[in-house]
């Protein structure tokens, strides 16, 4: 099992707060616009868009902004930033390898704040290349659990190219390479299974396993980064126990 998934599902609880809701709110419209602007502006024919909108409304964002940040990247409406795509490299406390994953129009200023929320924090920048090799890009199929047994959600996706089916406490995850998530949409839709959210990740194939004390320096880090408003996500390499999530799920 992934420990960064398992660490997505707690930190996910503890992100309620209305200046985190506001700051997730401003990213989700960001991936919107840009998925509108690479693939256009139709949902039933752009996966990622028909994605990130489900996403959207999935957190509350409100419809209209929906509907605006569709348009500005699609070109309809004018307004849409230029938008790129950064990936910086680093290590956080313990060696912890890190892939931090910006949308910005600003590089210069993403890359300032990156680093003075790592070197304050106990970690270290990394030269390209230096840490990316240890992850792949993925996609990730969500359903919930309910009545599902693993075998059900494995059959219905075999034959669309799923590697694997992790157990996530109330739901299973389908990972798979990134362009056979559409794939394994449709084998779960024909099973009857309803996809609960849909995404593209970075997994580790090594991985290093923190204790509680340890973990949250990696966590303090982590919150320090997303504070910027250009770092869209952080992926490590960290596994937690159960044993420390629940420690950590506690607190």
């Known amino acids: 099992m992934s420990g960064h998934s ?24 960001k991936n919107i616009e840009v998925a509108a602007r690479t693939g256009g502006g139709d949902p039933a024919a752009n996966p990622t868009l028909d994605d990130m909108i489900k996403k959207a409304k999935k957190a509350s964002v409100p419809n209209d902004n929906i509907e605006r940040a569709r348009k500005r ?25 890190m892939l931090i994953e910006c949308l910005t129009d600003n590089r210069n ?6 680093r003075t929320a790592m070197s304050k924090n106990g970690g270290s920048m990394a030269e390209s290349g230096a840490v990316s090799y240890l992850f792949s890009r993925k996609g990730v199929v969500l359903v919930n659990k309910g009545e599902l047994s693993e075998d059900d959600v ?30 394994v949409k449709e084998g779960l839709k024909e099973a009857g299974i309803e996809v ?26 982590i919150d320090a980064l997303e504070d910027s408003d250009d770092v869209q996500n952080v992926y490590s390499n960290m596994n937690l126990s159960d044993e420390v999530l629940a420690e950590l799920s506690a607190e």
């Open 196 to 221: 609960e959210d849909a995404e593209q990740d970075y997994r580790a194939s090594v991985e290093v396993t923190l204790e509680a004390a340890d973990a949250r320096r990696i966590f303090k880090l």
């Open 154 to 183: 494995l059959l219905a996706v075999l034959d669309a190219g799923a590697e694997e089916v992790n157990d996530l406490g109330e739901k299973f995850e389908v990972v798979c390479v990134p362009s056979d998530s559409t794939a």
């Open 109 to 114: 200023r993403a890359a300032s704040e990156v």
């Open 73 to 97: 990247g699609s070109g309809e409406e004018a307004g849409g930033a230029d938008w790129q795509s950064v990936m910086y490299e680093g290590y956080g406390p313990n060696g912890v390898a």
């Open 6 to 29: 398992k660490w997505a599902t707690t930190k996910h609880k503890k992100a309620a707060n209305d200046a985190k809701r506001g700051k997730e709110f401003a990213k989700l419209i």
